[in-house]
């Protein structure tokens, strides 16, 4: 486990960082949020995103993927979290893409693989139901009559629901809550009847949805894998997603932190910067070790994605729970650090803070990662 990034990756890594540098700084993101934007993201610098080849990163060769892997797309997340960028990455590619590429049949995935790795279809996971993540928890209801599945319950928090092309559908068709036996996936046209979408907002100004699906009737061919048995396929998925929300997390502690730094170097407080003083250096001086460490764990966690390694999930937990733990400590000395001016919308420190929230409850905190990973070590 070499934990570094090769040529090709740190390639896409650094043409990341510019072009978000340029084309998608923390002002785009105000101004996606001023305007009320219903979309909750740029068309056009979307567009441009898949002219870069990021939906294509980890999608398979035969359907047009780059095989950058993980690590390489984690890269490309850790950028988008230092300036703040909207985009349906997350929830298309990692998350949609990974399961049609998981489980998905011949047909779904010559239909749809090809359009998201050309940024040409949005697609968008809808599992939790409660405001704590826990995938065994689903209670959405599936059957079959007369012939076909049908679908009853609700959704909560779907990234980029109100956009999405199609929904991938979680729902529990055997066994009850609490069980991973009984799930199964199902491919959803949110303009199909008994289908409602309700646009939310979050606090850091993107969007989700809110899914009612009331007794809809979807045919054999929208099932995605087996029925029942799609929990394995889905806990695989959302490990790569946990991964990819914490290197987005990586991305905005470390920009705060280093925002926070040469904030404390300009600061002039009793004639001196507020960097001089001791106890101001020894909290910064920890947040930089906790930042390194989580550096490594992210690094470890991706790269044990790509290679399918037994250790892949616990690393994810890992990983998650400590981004987590470390984006609530970071952001709260970043903006303590920057006194009463840090509570204000004149700096984008508090923009900063807002994301590190959604994306600590994002797929699982630091106590269900920290349970999870306890868990799976067998304890």
């Keep these: 486990m070499t934990l570094l990034l090769d040529d090709e990756q740190r390639m896409l890594r650094d043409s990341a960082q510019q072009f978000l540098a340029t084309r998608s700084p923390v002002s785009a993101l105000r101004a996606l949020r001023d ?43 850790e950028q988008v979290g230092r300036t703040l960028a909207a985009t349906p990455l997350l929830s298309t590619v990692v998350l949609a893409g990974g399961l049609l590429a998981e489980a998905g049949s011949a047909s779904q995935r010559d239909l749809w693989l090809p359009k998201i790795g050309a940024g040409e279809a949005l697609l968008a996971l ?19 009559e007369a012939g076909h599945w049908r679908l009853d319950g609700q959704k909560e928090f779907v990234l980029d629901g109100h956009v999405a092309d199609r929904l991938i559908v979680v729902a529990r068709s055997a066994d009850a809550p609490g069980h991973r036996n009984g799930l199964s996936l199902f491919l959803v046209d949110p303009a199909a009847a008994g289908v409602q979408i309700e646009r939310t907002w979050l606090v850091d100004s993107r969007h989700a949805a809110r899914v009612r699906l009331a007794r809809v009737q979807l045919d054999d061919a929208a099932l995605i894998g087996a029925p029942d048995l799609a929990f394995d396929a889905l806990d695989c998925v959302l490990d790569r997603a946990r991964a990819c929300v914490a290197a987005e997390l990586l991305g905005v ?13 300009e600061r002039v407080q009793f004639d001196v910067p507020i960097g001089s003083f001791q106890a101001l250096q020894h909290r910064a001086a920890r947040l930089y070790v906790e930042i390194e460490l989580l550096r490594s764990c992210l690094a470890a966690a991706l790269e044990a994605a790509d290679a399918g390694a037994d250790g892949a999930a616990a690393l994810a937990s890992l990983a998650k729970a400590r981004a987590s733990d470390l984006g609530e400590r970071t952001l709260n000395e970043a903006v303590q650090m920057h006194g009463g001016v840090g509570v204000t919308d004149v700096l984008d420190i508090g923009l900063f803070l807002k994301r590190a929230r959604v994306l600590q409850q994002a797929f699982g905190d630091g106590t269900f990662h920290r349970d999870r990973y ?5 304890f």
């Design 35 to 77: 305007r009320g934007d219903e979309r909750g993201y740029d068309p056009e610098i979307w567009r441009e995103m898949a002219d870069l080849g990021w939906p294509a990163a980890v999608l398979p060769a035969e359907f047009g993927g780059l095989g950058v892997g993980y690590k390489g797309l984690g890269a490309v997340f």
């Design 253 to 265: 502690i470390t920009e705060a932190f280093g925002r926070t730094v040469s904030y404390l170097k």
């Design 126 to 144: 809808a599992i939790d139901e409660a405001p704590r993540h826990d995938p065994t928890q689903v209670t959405l209801r599936a059957w079959r």
């Design 374 to 378: 306890a868990s799976l070590r067998g």
